[in-house]
């Protein structure tokens, strides 16, 4: 039963009253100013004539211009007024006071939301609670407790989706196997639990289709062996060629010592801090020298040899002895008594020209 006020309600009497009757009049023109109660909603009223007469009334209804009322009301008198009494909606002292009582009355709390509401006090004795939303606890200690009545309880909270339990944590009391705080899944049956008996295995998982009770394995029970991981304390050692290492409490390098340039010479080898390598092949190479008369000049290298006449001719890709022409310090020939170039040349090629052949020779061993 609410109490139901609108702004600036006020008209008069359409046709007298006595003090007996429980309905009154009001002007049509001013009838949707007041409030139309139901359920036992009502509103005060307030009828005072031009002689000071004072009545206040309780309306219960409303229909149309006609208000159902109860006489004599917060220690007022039933009276008589005439048609043009004024009938006004005054807050009065009986309508405050259920306006305050039904605020702080919780049971009135049927719909509706609170912003910001704040309960004051400690509550106890509630039974069932339901809501839906976010519940936020705002506090820096305990924010939350489940208390069983007897020693021999053990509560949990639940949780469910379309009105089926999905899953639930609950503490059992005992020092037997499954006894200690659990977390569980309904849906399969497993759970995982920490055991109320103090040990580095105490944090285990129960597979319902096996019923084995599998410790759960951490830093505090594991040992590198179980999870064949390679100790901190293994060296790791540069092999020829390589320099650095160490243990592994440490990021490690290995650098990789500088070779040497290849060349034709150069070996497949290794050393403490370095390597070769054989090239595989037989590489051109360049004289960079400037002496005139140097017979050792490096594989690949070509010289222009005079061959006299076609008859000192030497076939393409056929070995020749090459030497120092000993006539200046230009050319080289196929003939004559100069100096032997080392090593075995090989024709590329010639032409004639003038009556003389040349040809391209290239050391090739």
């Known amino acids: ?9 006020t008209s008069t009497l359409a046709a007298s009253i006595n003090t007996s009757v429980t309905t009154i009049s009001i002007q049509s023109a001013d009838a949707a100013k007041f409030p139309s109660p139901t359920g036992g909603d009502w509103f005060p009223i307030t ?6 007469n004072i009545e206040i009334m309780k309306c219960t209804a409303r229909s149309s211009a006609t208000l159902t009322v109860t006489r004599a009301q917060e220690g007022t008198t ?5 048609s043009g009494a ?5 807050l009065t002292a009986a309508a405050v006071n259920q306006i305050y009582n ?4 919780a049971s009135n709390l049927t719909s509706g939301t609170l912003p910001d509401a704040r309960l004051a006090g400690a509550y106890s004795g509630i039974t069932t609670l339901s809501q839906s939303g976010l519940h936020t606890i705002t506090v820096a200690g305990e924010a939350l407790r489940i208390a069983g009545p007897l020693a021999t309880d053990d ?11 999905e899953a639930y944590i609950q503490h059992r009391d005992g020092t037997g196997a499954e ?8 849906n399969t049956g497993d759970f995982l639990y920490l055991s109320n008996v103090d040990s580095s295995a105490a944090l285990k998982f129960k597979d319902a289709s096996t019923g084995v009770q599998n410790t759960v394995w951490h830093s505090g029970n594991l040992s590198t062996s179980d999870i064949m991981a390679v100790p901190t304390s293994r060296n790791l050692t540069a092999g020829n060629g390589l320099t650095g290492g160490g243990q592994l409490t440490a990021d490690r390098t290995f650098t990789l010592g500088t070779p040497s340039s290849i060349t034709n010479s150069t070996t497949n080898s290794v050393t403490s801090t370095s390597h070769t390598h054989a090239l595989g092949f037989t590489a051109a190479e360049v004289y960079t020298g400037s002496t005139a008369d140097e017979v050792n000049l490096p594989i690949g290298h070509p010289v222009i040899v005079g061959g006299g006449n076609f008859s000192g001719s030497t076939n393409r890709n056929a070995s020749a002895t090459i030497r120092l ?10 003939h004559g008594t100069g100096a032997v170039l080392s090593g075995t040349y090989r024709s590329r090629g010639g032409w004639t020209q003038g009556g003389e052949r040349f040809q391209l020779m290239q050391r090739a061993a």
């Open 1 to 9: 039963m609410a109490v139901l006020l609108s702004n600036n309600a």
């Open 47 to 52: 009828v005072i004539d031009s002689a000071g």
């Open 78 to 82: 039933a009276k008589s007024f005439a």
């Open 86 to 90: 004024r009938v006004d909606l005054r």
């Open 102 to 105: 039904d605020a702080k009355n």
């Open 155 to 165: 509560p949990y909270i639940s949780f469910y989706k379309a009105g089926v339990r």
């Open 179 to 186: 006894d200690g705080i659990r977390i569980a899944n309904d």
């Open 325 to 334: 022409y000993t006539t200046g310090s230009t050319d080289y020939a196929n």
